[in-house]
């Protein structure tokens, strides 16, 4: 397998208990050299921020709620369930972000689902990450942003401070590259979308000063170009307007590749089979598997208190 990632549990009493909440990743090789390691979890994945009654909610990340806040009390935030292929290259998460009822006569929690569809594949040189909300709030959710960063190490943490960050506009992919081995020899890693959902906003950056929500400022500061120096990258997609019962989709890939012209053909490859697997994600959010909660996950929830001493 050209890719290999592995995951990160939450904390290591779920761990022992046989449950892996999330599906956080530690570590991605390419062609067993490393090109992420360790990153910090805010600089690892997706970020949500919006306005849900006028207030701002900010999750940090969406897979870990160990390492999420949401500004409203008594939010909670666990997994519904959780399912792999017999060959463990396609996995599925599905999430629930709820807020507390304001009146005992309110019928039902408002919540927005996440869904999470992870596809690998054997001897190709990218993965993807399908993630999928439904506003079931009962109201409309304003300035929904989508981020999605990641702290890339190429060549692991002893070379990280020769890396390259660049994002590309006119293929609307962010990417890294190592600045000792050249644009001809050195492995890529970067992060996109599909061609019809190109990014609102980017940012190249070291990770400490990257963009991460500071001084109530929600978008990217699209700094193309960083390094040679330690770096990371995000991409964000902002939606104004979240309805009622809306699904939206967020199809993001990440590709590696030796040397920039093999990584660029990658990408082309890359972005025809993300839109071959499009379809299935959407009737795979419809299942109705998908809805049930895994009682077992729920008992257990997230919170840091029983969990994370």
């Known amino acids: 397998m050209d890719i290999f990632i592995d995951y990160e549990t939450i904390c290591i009493n779920c761990q022992e208990k046989g449950y892996s909440f999330g599906y956080g990743i530690k570590t991605i090789e390419y062609n067993g050299f490393t090109i992420l390691d360790l990153p910090q979890p805010y600089l690892n994945g997706a970020c949500i921020y919006f306005e849900y009654e006028n207030k701002p909610v900010l999750l940090k990340s969406t897979e870990n709620s160990h390492h999420s806040e949401s500004g409203i009390k008594d939010s909670k935030f666990v997994m519904i369930n959780a399912r792999s292929s017999k060959n463990n290259l396609v996995s599925r998460f599905t999430y629930s972000f709820s807020f507390p009822k304001k009146t005992s006569e309110e019928k039902h929690i408002p919540r927005i689902i996440e869904y999470v569809d992870v596809y690998r594949f054997e001897n190709k040189p990218y993965f993807f990450i399908f993630y999928t909300f439904r506003n079931l709030t009962g109201k409309t959710i304003k300035n929904f942003n989508f981020y999605q960063f990641y702290d890339f190490d190429i060549y692991g943490q002893e070379s990280y401070l020769s890396d390259i960050a660049k994002y ?89 590749g030796v040397g920039k012209d093999l990584f660029f053909e990658n990408v082309k490859e890359a972005r025809k089979n993300l839109e071959i697997h499009r379809k299935p994600v959407y009737r795979s959010v419809e299942n109705e598997s998908r809805q049930k909660i895994d009682s077992k996950l729920q008992k257990l929830s997230f919170s840091k208190r029983e969990w994370c001493k």
Not at 194 to 219: A, Y
Not at 225 to 252: M, R, Y
Request: hydrophobic content about 35%; aromatic content about 12%; charged content about 20%.
């Open 168 to 256: 590309d506009s006119k293929s609307g992919i962010i990417y890294q590259y190592d600045n000792e081995k050249g644009v001809e020899k050195s492995i890529f890693a970067g992060i996109s979308s599909s061609s019809d959902n190109k990014p609102n906003n980017f940012e190249c950056n070291s990770p400490q000063d990257i963009f991460i929500f500071k001084e109530n400022q929600f978008s990217l500061r699209n700094y193309a170009n960083k390094g040679p120096s330690d770096c990371a990258v995000a991409l964000q997609w902002t939606k104004p307007i979240f309805k009622h019962k809306e699904l939206i989709s967020f199809p993001i890939m990440i590709i590696a």
